[in-house]
């Protein structure tokens, strides 16, 4: 399975501004994936990342909030900006190949830590 | 996606055999159930999944029921490494191909 490099591993913000978290996958993947995971809870999808075309946001999160850029099959980035306290949370990257129904196997990666003040 | 229930909680003792279940009563005959699970402040791993049949995989075997409205995650030999939340996910992987979590139960093993 492929292997996922997230970064940064954490970080400690100040409101208003705008962290960029990089996922970048040792091998090329055709889905890839952002996650959130407030405090406590279980993990949201906030998007899938399309490349070369704009990302598919879910209900309740937009592109002027989560820009999501993916400009080839290995690499990927989400900026969360205009930061507040109630972003802080772990970001997750996910990756897999599409492939026939039941043969979609997610890896994920060890996911970003961020801190708003 | 179909949605899935499963207890909060569980407790296991080391050594003994960790039976999670899990109920997804409006599956669709095309959809999957897939096992993932996070051990704390990691990313979540892929478990096991299947269709209809029973499966097994080096770290786990899964039982479908025959009307696949219920299934059960067995870790046979549960260690203390096996504490985690584990999500139960109905899944068909098509052109969307959104994997969206629950709640899970956090499995904890007893020394």
């Known amino acids: 399975s492929a292997v996922i490099s997230q970064k940064p591993s954490r970080d400690i913000c100040q409101r208003g501004t705008s962290l960029t978290i990089q996922c970048q996958v040792d091998?090329?993947?055709?889905?890839m994936f952002w996650y959130r995971q407030q405090p406590g809870q279980s993990l949201t999808l906030i998007a899938t990342?399309?490349?070369?075309?704009?990302?598919?946001?879910e209900s309740g999160f937009v592109i002027d909030k989560f820009p999501i850029s993916r400009p080839n099959l290995t690499f990927s980035t989400l900026t969360v900006s205009n930061m507040s306290p109630e972003d802080s949370s772990i970001y997750l990257c996910?990756?897999?190949?599409?492939?026939?129904?039941?043969?979609?196997?997610?890896?994920f990666g060890a996911g970003s830590r961020l801190t708003v003040l | 996606d179909a949605k899935t229930t499963q207890p909060p909680s569980m407790d296991c003792a080391e050594g003994r055999a960790a039976n999670l279940p899990c109920n997804h009563s409006?599956?669709?005959?095309?959809?999957?159930v897939y096992w993932y699970r996070q051990i704390h402040s990691q990313g979540p791993q892929y478990i096991i999944h299947?269709?209809?049949n029973n499966e097994t995989n080096e770290m786990a075997s899964l039982i479908i029921t025959e009307d696949r409205k219920s299934s059960t995650l067995i870790l046979p030999h549960a260690t203390l490494r096996d504490t985690a939340v584990y999500y139960c996910?109905?899944?068909?992987?098509?052109?969307?191909?959104?994997?969206?979590f629950g709640t899970g139960t956090l499995l904890a093993v007893q020394p």
């Open positions: 996910s990756v897999g190949i599409r492939g026939r129904p039941g043969a979609n196997v997610l890896t």
């Open positions: 091998s090329q993947v055709t889905m």
């Open positions: 990342a399309n490349q070369g075309s704009e990302a598919t946001y």
């Open positions: 409006t599956i669709s005959g095309n959809e999957y």
């Open positions: 299947g269709l209809k």
């Open positions: 996910i109905v899944f068909y992987g098509g052109a969307t191909n959104k994997l969206i």
